[in-house]
């Protein structure tokens, strides 16, 4: 199917442990973006991608790890997860970083962290 | 770095009245974009409207009108007729429009409810 994608749509793992979040996109968006939402916090910045191999930190990203090596992929390691990195994170992608360019969320994955 | 107040957690209209939902932001920056999203239960993000900072004419979308005031950095939503599907919260987002791979700054959200 057309559009954004997120895999697992729904994670639980324990403290310590190495986790993998999806991000699958069929526009070929230049853009990409990770984005964690905690209660009281709205939506917040991890990382972000311009291109494949053009990765760079945002907001929040101390605990995570991306990689873009296709330009339709960017995965978001948490690489010994923490109980503060129980949140819903969102995968974003756009064609540009200017206005005409809205940025497309999926549908959000969200993990649990014991 | 820019910074996004949304000071109302909850907001609650009665079906068919008219709503305004109030963002502040703070930037030094004189070039950006404001834009509005809607998220329902179901957790998807949806755009409802846009706004250029240098544009001095309020952008509108069926229902949906903003009041952009630049000098006070101020960026409320007006929501007409309101209808049952309105009820979501609301994000406010901020973007620095120079250039790069910038991502969206959000408020914290404001939750709309719909009294029937």
């Known amino acids: 199917d057309a559009g954004i994608t997120q895999s697992p749509r729904y994670k639980i793992t324990e403290t310590g442990r190495q986790v993998t979040l999806m991000c699958h996109q069929t526009?070929?968006?230049?853009?990409m973006f990770w984005y964690r939402q905690d209660l009281g916090h709205g939506l917040r910045l991890i990382y972000y991608?311009?291109?494949?191999?053009?990765?760079d930190k945002g907001e929040v990203p101390d605990g995570y790890v991306v990689s873009r090596s296709k330009t339709e992929n960017f995965p978001l390691t948490l690489e010994s997860a923490t109980r503060s990195q129980t949140s819903v994170y969102f995968c974003?992608?756009?064609?540009?970083?200017?206005?005409?360019?809205?940025?497309?969320f999926g549908p959000g994955t969200r993990l649990t962290v014991l | 770095a820019q910074t996004v107040t949304q000071s109302q957690p909850e907001m609650s209209v009665q079906e068919a009245e008219t709503v305004t939902l109030s963002c502040t932001y703070d930037?030094?920056?004189?070039?950006?974009?404001l834009f509005w999203y809607k998220q329902p239960p179901s957790r998807q993000m949806i755009l409802v409207i846009r706004q250029e900072a240098y544009k001095q004419q309020n952008a509108t979308e069926n229902r949906f009108s903003v009041n952009f005031q630049k000098a006070a950095k101020s960026f409320s939503l007006k929501i007409s007729d309101s209808q049952l599907g309105d009820a979501a919260m609301y994000f406010c987002?901020?973007?620095?429009?120079?250039?790069?791979?910038?991502?969206?700054?959000f408020g914290k959200g404001t939750h709309l409810i719909i009294q029937p």
């Open positions: 526009w070929s968006h230049s853009y």
């Open positions: 991608s311009a291109a494949a191999d053009i990765t």
């Open positions: 987002a901020f973007q620095y429009s120079g250039g790069g791979a910038d991502g969206l700054t």
């Open positions: 930037t030094s920056e004189s070039d950006y974009y």
């Open positions: 974003a992608s756009s064609e540009g970083a200017s206005f005409s360019n809205e940025q497309f």
